[in-house]
């Protein structure tokens, strides 16, 4: 029997300490560490010990490291092979995260179900006939895909030996549990463990893993923040779970680019990838509203036509609200302000209320004039013309600051058939013979005389 040891590890950020006490000298958390009991004397390895292959690396040259293009395996889904730069790289770790219900587990059997080759996906969250149900919803056909229920890593690591699948997915890290390890499944060491052990299988047999994570309520993925250094790629599925929307990002990728996003649209019969956002995202309507603005944003490296809403009223009350949905509150105070100073908007007399339709948190700061110009069109009860977007920044002294990559953002608006958009005179624009109108403007007060 192997001698069964406790150490104590930090919560948050997976810290190792020999004995407790009260703060985290790594991130100087207070009051997160915790005893757990592990086991040391069993090497971990994902075959069983007898059967260990060892390999002993020798030092090469640079120059002799064979450098030709990662053969990547087609995921058979456009915008998650976008995202992870042109498929997955076989014997990669990739870790899903994202908050409970928004779509993870059936992102990632929809995937299973379309790949050509055997996938193996293993699940420690629902019963076999569970996934069954879910997955006659998306596409019931498929003879490659095997689901296995089982959390213990060394069951799994023994299927997987006899199925020889050419994907694994895992949903989620969390459930699962090592023999080597004592502590509870979730716990830091056993995340750390069952880690180790796929990535070593992961590379071993040049198999892709894809694993699920669950996140914590601040966003960040629930586990030792070390399982984000382990993995590969680290990709977040993100949206409001009230709207239809979900948008996939990569915040690490060890293979490419953590520009690219992926946006999906949640129907009854699982995601559907949403190809061209700008067509829904605008809404088209025959009349012309007050308030309403586009703005032509970049969401990585992708154009998004995004509508913005004002709504400007007589504050009823001593202290004017304030309200933004998917806009920084703080930025909209400051482009109250700007406004007050530039454009003679009575700030201490309106409320404001702001919101970026389709459950969307815009950070691109080139939706600044769009947001301006739906106060100021509400505000005066004037609509915008509605073939017209925005794409600049604004500065404090109201001055309009130029925006990166503007001639994609007026080629995606000349593709939606906008006929004009106002962009910063600091910006340098080689377009020729465009069929939209590119008006430069360079203060507020420029943009006022267009809209009143
Ligand atoms: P799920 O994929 O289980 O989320 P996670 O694994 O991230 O916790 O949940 C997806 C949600 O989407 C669930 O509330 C049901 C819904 N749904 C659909 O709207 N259409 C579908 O085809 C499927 C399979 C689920
Ligand atoms: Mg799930």
Redesign the pocket.
């Given at each position: 029997m192997a001698k069964v040891k406790t150490t104590f590890f930090c919560q948050n950020c997976g810290t190792q300490f020999a004995k407790w006490q009260g703060q985290c000298n790594a991130c100087k958390e207070w009051n997160t560490i915790v005893e757990e009991l592990i086991q040391t004397s069993v090497k971990s390895d994902w075959k069983s010990p007898t059967s260990v292959v060892k390999k002993v690396a020798v030092p090469l040259r640079i120059k002799d490291i064979d450098s030709s293009k990662e053969a990547r395996l087609d995921t058979f889904d456009g915008e998650l092979n976008r995202i992870l730069g042109g498929g997955v790289v076989p014997g990669s770790l990739t870790l899903l995260g994202?908050?409970?219900?928004?779509?993870?587990?059936?992102?990632l059997?929809q995937v299973s179900l379309k790949l050509p080759y055997k996938t193996l996906y293993v699940s420690g969250?629902e019963s076999q006939k569970q996934i069954k149900m879910?997955a006659e919803?998306?596409n019931p056909d498929n003879s490659n895909c095997y689901i296995l229920t089982e959390t213990k890593t060394q069951n799994i690591f023994k299927q997987i030996e006899a199925l020889e699948p050419d994907v694994v997915i895992i949903?989620s890290i969390q459930t699962l549990h090592s023999d080597y390890i004592e502590s509870s499944s979730g716990s830091i060491s056993q995340i750390k463990e069952c880690t180790t052990e796929l990535i070593k299988f992961a590379k071993e047999t040049a198999t892709p893993v894809i694993l699920?994570g669950h996140i914590t309520k601040d966003g960040n993925i629930a586990g030792p923040k070390i399982l984000e250094h382990m993995v590969d790629t680290v990709l977040q599925?993100e949206g409001d779970?009230n709207h239809v929307f979900r948008i996939l990002r990569a915040h690490k990728n060890r293979f490419g680019s953590t520009n690219e996003l992926g946006i999906y649209e949640?129907?009854?019969?699982?995601?559907r990838e949403v190809s061209n956002p700008s067509e829904i995202l605008i809404s088209k309507k025959d009349e012309e509203l007050s308030g309403n603005a586009v703005a032509a944003t970049l969401e990585g490296m992708r154009p998004l036509m995004i509508e913005v809403q004002a709504l400007v009223s007589t504050a009823v009350y001593g202290t004017p609200q304030r309200s933004a949905t998917g806009f920084n509150s703080k930025r909209l105070n400051m482009l109250l302000a700007v406004l007050e100073k530039r454009a003679g908007f009575r700030l201490g007399a309106k409320d404001v209320f702001l919101n970026i339709t389709g459950g969307i948190t815009v950070d691109d700061p080139a939706i600044d004039l769009a947001v301006v110009a739906a106060i100021l069109s509400s505000n005066e009860d004037v609509a915008l013309q509605k073939d017209f977007c925005f794409a600049a920044e604004v500065g404090l002294s109201g001055e309009i600051r130029p925006v990166q990559r503007v001639e994609q953002r007026i080629l995606e608006a000349e593709k939606l058939g906008f006929s004009a958009i106002f962009v910063s005179k600091y910006n340098k624009i080689s377009l020729k013979n465009t069929a939209i109108k590119i008006q430069m403007i360079s203060k507020i007060e420029d943009l006022v005389g267009f809209i009143v």
């Open positions: 994202g908050e409970p219900g928004i779509g993870k587990s059936t992102l059997l969250e879910r919803r998306i949903d699920i599925f779970r949640m129907q009854g019969t699982g995601l």
